[in-house]
């Protein structure tokens, strides 16, 4: 059954010329389907190149905003209308603006989880994998990292010729991951290696042998000769390497790493909105695109 609809998308992909972007905490049997899976840094840089008609993304609401202001004369549509991350609208734009007004020596700098409207007044966007090489390559000493503490915190450490100011925001996953999660995981998986994302708070990462975005994450595996691995990210990535590592083993570093938003859009849900039954066209002024474009297009540029 999940087949024949997989196969019903394939086609109505070719007749609507669509180009299909997924995150790869996203279903299994979508990224089965997708012409493009990875992590938001992957998935900006794909966007922008994408030759056909219409893009449909599976993920969240920022993650397909984003593709529309990198490639705004596309229709781009997102497959669930209702998966967003919180994180994107914990701050507004108007703080943002007085911080500025009060402290003009300041580069803000967001992660791309955030809403349009935030990218507008944003100097420079980074993802996880992109951060801290964007924040090194800037001209700027000082920054106001928003949203994400523990992200902003990993950069600052790893970045201690600049000055930060971080806000209180984060992932509500990754953020709620503790120490003892992390020392819990490794006392039951004694031989395996701790990868953790650096959405989780410093005291998580500590216990790490490495940290990095999600394709930093996979990477790592691509590249290890070990045979355990203990994964500190959104559960599907561990269940994505044993697929591709049947050999290997991979553990949850805890069974709560799961992102309701990301698990939000279904098979059918793609199906219905190839079809025009369903899905969130994603609609942004001309102005807004032109504003929110240039951190993107900045990041690019810096993590090069
Ligand atoms: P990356 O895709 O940059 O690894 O970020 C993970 C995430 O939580 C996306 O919302
Ligand atoms: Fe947002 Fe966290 Fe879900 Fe990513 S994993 S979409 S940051 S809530």
Known sequence: MVKDIQEKILQLKKEKDCFILAHSYVAKEITEIADSVGDSFQLSVAAKNIPNKMILFCGVHFMAETAKILSPDKKVVLASPYAGCPMAEQFLPEKVISFKEEHPDYAVVSYVNTTAAL????????????????????????????????????????CPEKNFVLWNGGCPIHGAMTEKDAIMAKSRHPGAKLLVHPECPPEVCKQAAYIG??????????????????????????ELLSYKYPEKNFYPMSKHLICADMKETTLMDVYKALSGTGGLEIKMSEETTKKASRCIEKMIELSK
Do not use: R
């Open 119 to 158: 990218k507008c007044v944003t100097d420079v966007c980074v993802t996880s994998a992109s951060a801290l090489k964007v924040v090194k390559n800037m001209p700027e000493e000082n920054i106001l990292f928003i949203p994400d503490i523990n992200l902003g915190s990993y950069v600052k450490e790893n």
């Open 213 to 238: 975005s999600t394709s930093g994450i996979m990477n790592y595996v691509d590249n290890s000769d070990d045979k355990e691995f203990i994964i500190g990210t959104e559960i599907s990535i561990a």
